[in-house]
C-alpha cells in the first residue's frame, strides 16, 4: 500500500514538469504582444517599449525566461500580473472560492440526479425510463455550453422569471462585505433576511449548466457498472435468498457498482473546473475561469500560466487521492500494477 | 482585488440598514462590460476603467452630461492670456473631499495644491507617486503635455495658473478629458506615511458625487451618494456597477430588472430592443469615423486620380445598408457631423463604377490592378464587421479591373504594421476624445505621417497640415471653423481616405430610468440620473 502511494506520488512530479513546460511554451503561441495588448489603441514609443519589455523580463531569452518561471513556482512564486501588478497567486485565493462554490453546487447537482437515475436505468434495462435516461445523458454530455447557458436564461430568467439571469448576489437589496468568499456562507453570517436565499437562486443556473456534463457521464457510468455487478454470482445468490430488491440493489450491487463511479467523479473535477471557464463567463461569475479568459485577452501572460498552473495543479492533486482513496476501497489494485 | 476594511464593513452595516425596505433607498445599477484595471484614469486609457473612476471625480472643466460642450467644474471660471500662452483658472471654493474606506479623513478643502499634485504625478518624475501603479501615463503623453507645458504655479490657494509653450486651442477640451482628473494631495501624502501607496489607486477618494465603498474583481463595483457633493447630492442613494462581460446577459438582465442601464447591447438585439415594452432605446450619431485608408507612399496610390476612382467605385450606400443595419450614417468627411467645423457643403463622390474605370485609365493604371486590402480583425464602435465590408468592397473593386486580396492580423500586430505603412489600403477608424476636431484632423497631419504615426496614408500636404497647425493654436472659435472647412476641401479632393460612416451609439435603459443622457464621447454618466 505505502509502496504503491510513493510510487504514484513520484509519477505525479514529472507529470508536474511537463505540464509546467507545456503551459510556458502554449501561452508563448498565443497570438500577440502582452504590451500591445496592454497599451491599447494608440502608438507606442520604441524606447519606452524597450523599457517594458524589460521591465517585464520579456526582453531575456526564452529559456531563461523558462528558467526563472520554473525557480519560482518551485518556490510557491507563481509571478505577479502585468495588468494588476499583484501576485497571481493573491489573484486565485481571492476568485478561487467562486469557482469552487459553483464546481461543488455543479457536481451535487450531477451526483444527486445521476447516480439514481444511473441505477433506475440498470435497474429497468431496455424499459422506456432507461432509454430515456440515456438518451438525455447523450444530448447533456454534447450539449455546447455557451448555448446551454443562454438557452436556459432565455427560458428559467426571462420568460418564467424563476432565477436570476448573473451574478452572484441580488445587488439592489442586499449588501455585505465577504467574509469566506463563499456566497452561501457569507449571506448566513450576514444576518439579512433572505440573502442567503438570494445567493442560493444565483446559483441555480449555473450549477445546472455546469453539472450538465458530469451528470451525463455520472449516469451512464453508473449504469454500466451497475448493469455489470447485477449480473455477478453474489447478487444472483442474495436474490436466491429472498431479498428484497431494494436490499439486494441498495445494499449488495450499488456498494459494488459504486467503486468505478467513485473514479470516475474524481476524473469530473477537470471537467468542471475547464467547463467554468465558460459558464463563468455567461453568468458573469468571478471565478478563475473568467479572470483566464481575461488573461488570454490581454496576453497576461504570469496570470496566465499561474492560473493554469494552479488549476492543472488541483486536478492533479485531486485524481492522486482519488486513485489513493480507490486503492483503499479495492484492494486488489494494489497487486494488480 | 477585494478592498476589505473595518470602515467598509460599517459603510457596509449603514447601507444594510439604508436598504431596509422602510427608508426605499434608490440603487441604480449600470451593467458594465467589464473589470477597470484601477480607478485612477490618468493610468488608463480604456472607457472601462474611465466610467468606473467617473462617478468619484472631478476635473477642472468638464463635459457637459450628454454632450461636447466644456463646461466649469472644480475651476469656477477661466483667462486666457492675449497671447494665448496663459491659462489662469479660479478654482471652486468649500468643494469637500470624500472620506476613504482605509481610514482617511480629509482635513482641509479642495485647493490648488491637489491641481498640481495631480498633473505633476504624470509630469514629474520625481514626484513619489509618478512610478506608483506602472507609473505609465499614455494620454498624457499622446495628448503632447510634457512639450506643451511650460510650468503649472500656485498663484494663491484657489488660483492655478499653466503657462505653454505656444498657444493651443483644443488645451482646454483636453483638460476636461479623464487624465485631467483632479486627486486629493493630501490622501496621496497620507497613504505615503501608511506605506502604502498603491492604495491611492484602488480605493479612489476624489471630490465627486459619488463615494467608493467598495470593488470585486469581474464581479461588482459599490458607490453611495456623497451628501456633501459640491453640485448638490446625486438623486439615487447608490451606485452599482454589475461587470458582465456577455451582451445577451446584459440584455436579459436588463429585461429583468437586475439593472437599470445597459453598455453595448449585441447589434443583432437592436430590433427587439426596440420593441421592447420595458426599454427604452437611446440611440444618438457616435463621435467617430470608420475609413478605407490608401498609401499614399504606395503606387499607385501616390496619384490623386486613383484614390479618386477607388472613391467612386466602391458602393458605401449597400455598406451602410448591408453592415450598419440602420445603425450608421455615410461619411463624407474625416470628422463627424456632431463635430463643430463640420463642412455641410462638401459633396461626397457618387458611387460611379464607369468612371472610375475610366479614371483609372486616364492615370495610366493597368487593369488588372493586384491590390491589397486590409481588414480589422476585431468589431470596434466604428465599424462592426470590417471583414464583410472588405468583402463587400472587393466585390466592387473587380468590377473595374482591381483584383482586391483581402488580409488581416492579430488586432495589436494589425495597428502596428499600418501604423508602419506596411500596407496599400486598410480599414480602421476612430472615435473622438474631446469633441475638438483636432482631435480627428491630426490623423492626416504630416507629423502623424512619419513611420509609426497614426496618419495611416502616410500622406503629408503642406496646405493642409499648415491649416490645421494653425487652427489649433487660434482660440476664436469661428476663426478656426473657417480653417477646418477649408481643410476638408482639401481632403475630399486629394481622398487620402475612402471615408464609410459614422456610427450610431444605443444605450438601452429601464423605463423607470429618468433623465439618463447618451454621451457622444462613449462615457457612462450617473449624477443627475433619477429612478421612477
Redesign the interface.
Given at each position: 500500500m505505502f509502496r504503491f502511494i510513493l510510487r504514484r506520488v513520484a509519477l505525479t512530479l514529472p507529470t508536474f514538469v511537463a505540464l509546467m513546460f507545456v503551459t510556458f511554451v502554449a501561452v508563448r503561441l498565443v497570438?500577440?504582444?502582452p504590451i500591445?495588448?496592454r497599451?491599447?489603441?494608440?502608438?507606442?514609443a520604441?524606447e519606452?517599449l524597450a523599457l517594458?519589455r524589460h521591465e517585464l523580463g520579456l526582453d531575456q531569452p526564452v529559456w531563461k525566461q523558462f528558467l526563472d518561471y520554473a525557480n519560482g513556482i518551485v518556490h510557491g512564486d507563481f509571478g505577479v500580473s502585468i495588468?494588476?501588478?499583484?501576485p497571481v497567486i493573491q489573484?486565485f485565493a481571492?476568485?478561487f472560492p467562486a469557482t469552487l462554490e459553483l464546481a461543488f453546487c455543479a457536481l451535487i447537482f450531477a451526483v444527486v440526479l445521476g447516480l439514481p437515475a444511473g441505477v433506475l436505468a440498470a435497474v429497468k434495462r431496455g424499459s422506456v425510463f432507461d432509454h430515456a435516461v440515456m438518451t438525455v445523458a447523450l444530448a447533456g454530455y454534447s450539449m455546447p455550453i455557451f448555448w446551454w447557458g443562454?438557452l436556459l436564461?432565455?427560458f428559467m430568467?426571462?420568460y418564467l422569471?424563476l432565477t436570476?439571469?448573473?451574478?452572484?448576489?441580488?445587488?439592489?437589496?442586499?449588501?455585505?462585505?465577504?467574509v469566506t468568499g463563499f456566497m452561501l456562507i457569507d449571506s448566513l453570517l450576514?444576518d439579512?433576511e433572505g440573502a442567503f436565499g438570494a445567493a442560493l437562486a444565483h446559483l441555480v443556473l449555473p450549477s445546472i449548466v455546469l453539472g450538465t456534463i458530469p451528470l451525463a457521464v455520472i449516469a451512464r457510468m453508473t449504469r454500466s457498472s451497475m448493469l455489470e455487478v447485477l449480473g455477478e454470482d453474489y447478487v444472483r445468490t442474495a436474490r436466491a435468498k429472498g431479498l428484497s430488491p431494494l436490499r439486494v440493489v441498495g445494499l449488495h450491487a450499488l456498494r459494488n457498482a459504486l467503486i468505478p463511479v467513485i473514479t470516475v467523479i474524481g476524473l469530473q473535477t477537470g471537467t468542471l473546473l475547464a467547463g467554468a471557464v465558460l459558464t463563468e463567463?455567461?453568468?458573469?461569475w468571478?471565478g478563475v475561469g473568467?479572470?483566464l479568459i481575461?488573461s488570454i485577452a490581454r496576453r497576461d501572460y504570469p496570470a496566465l500560466q499561474g492560473g493554469i498552473m494552479l488549476i492543472s495543479g488541483i486536478v492533479i492533486l485531486v485524481n492522486l487521492i482519488v486513485d489513493m482513496l480507490y486503492v483503499a476501497i479495492n484492494p486488489r489494485i494494489r497487486h494488480g500494477g | 482585488m477585494r478592498v476589505i476594511t473595518p470602515k467598509v464593513a460599517l459603510a457596509a452595516a449603514m447601507l444594510t440598514v439604508l436598504s431596509a425596505p422602510a427608508f426605499a433607498a434608490k440603487t441604480l445599477v449600470y451593467c458594465s462590460e467589464g473589470s477597470p484595471e484601477n480607478f485612477t484614469p490618468a493610468l488608463n486609457t480604456t472607457g472601462t476603467s474611465f466610467d468606473a473612476a467617473r462617478p468619484v471625480y472631478n476635473q477642472l472643466v468638464e463635459f457637459e452630461r450628454g454632450s461636447t460642450k466644456v463646461v466649469p467644474s472644480l475651476a469656477e471660471s477661466w483667462t486666457v492670456s492675449p497671447d494665448g500662452k496663459e491659462l489662469t483658472f479660479k478654482l471652486r471654493k468649500g468643494v469637500k473631499f470624500h472620506s476613504g474606506v482605509n481610514g482617511f479623513t480629509p482635513t482641509r478643502d479642495f485647493n490648488a495644491d491637489d491641481v498640481l499634485f495631480s498633473f505633476e504625478r504624470q509630469w514629474k518624475p520625481e514626484n513619489p507617486y509618478h512610478k506608483v501603479t506602472g507609473g505609465a501615463y499614455d494620454y498624457f503623453n499622446d495628448m503632447s503635455m510634457p512639450d506643451l507645458l511650460k510650468s503649472i504655479d500656485k498663484v494663491d490657494d484657489y488660483t492655478v495658473k499653466f503657462t505653454l509653450t505656444e498657444p493651443n486651442a483644443p488645451m482646454l477640451a483636453n483638460l476636461a478629458m479623464d487624465f485631467g482628473t483632479i486627486m486629493s494631495k493630501e490622501y496621496a501624502d497620507f497613504l505615503l506615511k501608511k506605506g502604502t501607496p498603491e492604495q491611492f489607486d484602488q480605493i479612489p477618494v476624489g471630490t465627486g458625487p459619488f463615494s467608493f465603498v467598495a470593488y470585486q474583481k469581474d464581479a461588482v463595483i459599490r458607490f453611495k451618494a456623497f451628501p456633501a457633493y459640491w453640485g448638490g447630492p446625486a438623486k439615487v442613494d447608490n451606485l452599482v456597477y454589475a461587470i458582465t462581460p456577455d451582451p445577451t446577459a446584459r440584455y436579459a438582465k436588463l429585461k429583468k430588472g437586475e439593472c437599470h442601464v445597459m453598455i453595448a447591447p449585441n447589434p443583432a438585439d437592436i430590433a427587439a430592443l426596440k420593441t421592447d415594452p420595458v426599454v427604452n432605446l437611446i440611440s444618438q450619431p457616435g463621435l467617430n469615423i470608420g475609413y478605407l485608408s490608401f498609401n499614399t507612399q504606395k503606387p499607385p496610390f501616390d496619384k490623386k486620380e486613383v484614390r479618386q476612382a477607388f472613391n467612386m467605385a466602391i458602393d458605401k450606400a449597400a455598406i451602410i445598408k448591408d453592415v450598419y443595419q440602420g445603425a450608421g450614417q455615410a461619411a463624407i468627411n474625416p470628422i463627424p457631423p456632431t463635430i463643430w467645423s463640420y463642412n455641410t457643403t462638401i459633396k461626397d463622390y457618387p458611387f460611379d463604377p464607369e468612371k472610375a474605370k475610366a479614371m483609372l485609365a486616364a492615370a495610366g493604371v493597368k487593369t488588372p490592378l493586384d491590390i491589397d486590402l486590409w481588414w480589422m480583425p476585431v468589431q470596434r464602435p466604428y465599424n462592426p464587421n470590417a471583414k464583410r465590408i472588405a468583402e463587400m468592397m472587393q466585390s466592387d473593386l473587380a468590377k473595374i479591373g482591381v483584383n482586391a486580396k483581402l488580409v488581416s492580423y492579430e488586432w495589436g500586430e494589425y495597428r502596428k504594421r499600418l501604423q508602419q505603412g506596411e500596407h496599400m489600403t486598410g480599414q480602421l477608424g476612430w472615435t473622438g476624445d474631446n469633441g475638438d476636431p483636432d482631435n480627428f484632423f491630426f490623423l492626416l497631419g504630416c507629423a502623424a505621417a512619419r513611420p509609426g504615426g497614426q496618419n495611416l496614408s502616410k500622406w503629408c500636404n503642406k496646405e493642409f497640415d499648415d491649416l490645421i497647425n494653425k487652427a489649433k493654436t487660434i482660440s476664436d472659435v469661428a476663426e478656426r471653423t473657417k480653417l477646418y472647412e477649408q481643410a476638408q476641401v482639401i481632403v475630399k479632393e486629394e481622398a487620402p481616405w475612402f471615408t464609410i460612416a459614422h456610427s450610431v451609439v444605443y444605450e438601452p435603459t429601464r423605463k423607470e430610468v429618468v433623465d439618463y443622457k447618451v454621451s457622444p464621447l462613449g462615457r457612462h454618466e450617473f449624477y443627475g440620473v433619477d429612478l421612477k
Open positions: 497570438p500577440g504582444d500591445e495588448a497599451t491599447g489603441e494608440r502608438g507606442i520604441p519606452r517594458l495588468v494588476t501588478k499583484t489573484e481571492v476568485l443562454l436564461i432565455m430568467s426571462e422569471g436570476p439571469v448573473s451574478g452572484r448576489m441580488d445587488l439592489i437589496n442586499y449588501y455585505f462585505e465577504p450576514s439579512q463567463t455567461i453568468f458573469a468571478p473568467k479572470w481575461e | -
